[in-house]
């Protein structure tokens, strides 16, 4: 069993940044990948990014690369989604999930456990 909390949304202007994390908790957390994946209103859920659990692997939406950055801190089992240059259609609701098999990981399927979201709103 594994436990995710989200934390860091909140209300930003255009051009800004955020930083969300993602604390994993349970005996087997840290042999998870950890995806990011947002949710805005009417839309489907869309995969925006995935750590591997060494940490050494990401994989990006296109519509996020080179504006998000994630990256994992093994000793404090948490994930981070560092956002920059946010723009208005960044706004959702952001959740991080945790899948084992990397092939499901980076194909933003099949994801074990979820977290319970944290909304982020960019203002234009």
């Known amino acids: 069993q594994v436990q995710l909390v989200e934390s860091g949304g909140g209300l930003v202007q255009a051009g800004g940044s955020l930083r969300l994390s993602c604390a994993a908790s349970g005996r087997t957390a840290s042999t998870y990948a950890i995806g990011w994946f947002r949710q805005a209103p009417g839309k489907e859920r869309e995969f925006v990014a995935v750590?591997?659990?060494?940490?050494?692997?990401?994989q990006y939406a296109d519509s996020v690369k080179n504006r998000f950055t994630i990256s994992r801190d093994k000793a404090k089992n948490t994930v981070y989604l560092q956002m920059n240059t946010l723009k208005p259609e960044d706004t959702a609701v952001y959740y991080c999930?945790?899948?084992?098999?990397?092939?499901?990981?980076?194909?933003?399927?099949?994801?074990?456990?979820w977290g319970q979201g944290t909304q982020v709103t960019v203002s234009s």
């Open positions: 750590i591997s659990h060494y940490g050494y692997t990401t």
């Open positions: 999930a945790a899948e084992r098999n990397w092939n499901d990981a980076i194909q933003g399927v099949a994801y074990d456990y």
